[in-house]
T-cell receptor
């Protein structure tokens, strides 16, 4: 079974701090994704990566950056945390799709971030 | 431990037909939420419908409705009058403690013209 792990389940940070959220998958997937989930808004894509050192902006990239130095690891970085970044952050991975359909995404357990 | 199972990896129906996607879950929690998400090829996950476990009435959103059977731990999604734009991956999700969430493996739905 695919395993996607996230470094922390809960984080509490102060406004202005730099925050790193780490995600690791063990199935040699090409694609990795970072989402945030907020009540009533569903999942929103922040960034995704389809290969090492490759990244593309999702729907809400402002205030975030990412790093993919190794295939199995995809990091989400909040350069200067703000209170509106308090949310649940979900990482996912999938195989590269060669059709017009998405491959199944496998999700990590999520990181609940609170910015004070 | 919580589990979510979607037993249909892939389904196809003709446009305008009604289709039902199944989802079963296992939990010992009493308070939880259930969701159906849609992921079209554009990649963003879109919340389709949510159900609070304490509510007996099935949630409905326009053409989308659920059949929530709490005792059977079943949470199926019915799409009525299906449209070509409904073609997507559909994920069933279970949330507890207000911040823990797990997803099923998804059902790929094709709406055929």
């Amino acid at each position: 079974d695919v395993k996607v792990t996230q470094s922390s389940r809960y984080l509490v940070k102060r406004t202005g701090e730099k925050v790193f959220l780490e995600c690791v998958q063990d199935m040699d997937h090409e694609n990795m994704f970072w989402y945030r989930q907020d009540p009533g808004l569903g999942l929103r894509l922040i960034y995704f990566s389809y290969d090492v050192k490759m990244k593309e902006k999702g729907d809400i990239p402002e205030g975030y950056s990412v790093s993919r130095e190794k295939k199995e690891r995809f990091s989400l970085i909040l350069e200067s945390a703000s209170t509106n970044q308090t949310s649940m952050y979900l990482c996912a991975s999938s195989l590269l799709s060669y059709s017009r359909y998405q491959e199944t995404q496998y999700f990590g357990p999520g990181t609940r971030l609170l910015v004070l | 431990a919580q589990t979510v199972t979607q037993s249909q990896p892939e389904m196809s129906v003709q446009e305008a037909e009604t289709v039902t996607l199944s989802c079963t879950y296992d939990t010992s929690e009493n308070n939880y939420y259930l969701f159906w998400y849609k992921q079209p090829p554009s990649r963003q996950m879109i919340l389709v419908i949510r159900q609070e476990a304490y509510k007996q009435q099935n949630a409905t959103e326009n053409r989308f409705s659920v059949n929530f059977q709490k005792a059977a731990k079943s949470f199926s999604l019915k799409i009525s009058d299906s449209q070509l734009g409904d073609t997507a991956m559909y994920f069933c999700a279970f949330m507890w403690d207000n911040d823990k969430i797990i997803f099923g493996k998804g059902t790929r739905l094709h709406i055929l013209p």
